[in-house]
T-cell receptor, first 115, second 110 residues
């Protein structure tokens, strides 16, 4: 079974621009979560999507948004990029069984550099 | 919210020795814990998990211990190999959200 895939793997943008990152979960997984990883803050939860609905949200400004499609693929968007948005953005998927504590499996991440 | 801390940011281990990585969490209601390994340029890779109704779980060369009384868990790697060099994270799951510790960088000396 193929793992979580993320595109693009690397991205360079300038301040003020916006960016869209894509994540395809493991086949059969309906929940997709996004995380930001930086050397200073570590791994931080952004949001989770399940059945095209945002179910959980971390403490990030409204410039960070996401969506999920009917095939469970997810995108996250960052508008008005700031230098501090430079990070590795990770996507993780799980089956999404109700009431179940499930392992989340991560993709390789998208490395975003904001200049 | 959940606060997750690691006791040591770095660990240097002789090849063949055992490694122990420790992690503390703050929320006594937490009931699911995962250890991840992250190699350079890759996303975190699942190693082993444990639920709060257990205090020990073993995998291939790895053992996770959970002490709910002091809110502490540890990852033990037996016979550490060069391929074990990576950053190790403990993650606590609450409401399907992972809260991560800062990570311990394990370096294996030949």
């Amino acid at each position: 079974k193929a793992g979580v895939t993320q595109t693009p793997r690397y991205l360079i943008k300038t301040r003020g621009q916006q960016v869209t990152l894509s994540c395809s979960p493991i086949s059969g997984h309906r929940s997709v979560s996004w995380y930001q990883q930086t050397p200073g803050q570590g791994l931080q939860f952004l949001f989770e999507y399940f059945s095209e609905t945002q179910r959980n949200k971390g403490n990030f400004p409204g410039r960070f948004s996401g969506r999920q499609f009917s095939n469970s693929r997810s995108e996250m968007n960052v508008s008005t990029l700031e230098l501090g948005d430079s990070a590795l953005y990770l996507c993780a998927s799980r089956q999404g069984l109700a009431g179940a504590q499930e392992t989340q499996y991560f993709g390789p991440g998208t490395r975003l550099l904001v200049l | 919210g959940e606060s997750v801390g690691l006791h040591l940011p770095t660990l240097s281990v002789q090849e063949g020795d055992n490694s122990i990585i420790n992690c503390a969490y703050s929320n006594s209601a937490s009931d699911y814990f995962i250890w991840y390994k992250q190699e350079s340029g890759k996303g975190p890779q699942f190693i082993i998990d444990i639920r709060s109704n257990m205090d020990k779980r073993q995998g291939q060369r790895v053992t996770v211990l959970l002490n709910k009384t002091v809110k502490h868990l540890s990852l033990q790697i037996a016979a550490t190999q060069p391929g074990d060099s990576a950053v190790y994270f403990c993650a606590v799951v609450n409401d399907y959200k992972l809260s991560f510790g800062a990570g311990t960088t394990v370096t294996v000396r030949a």
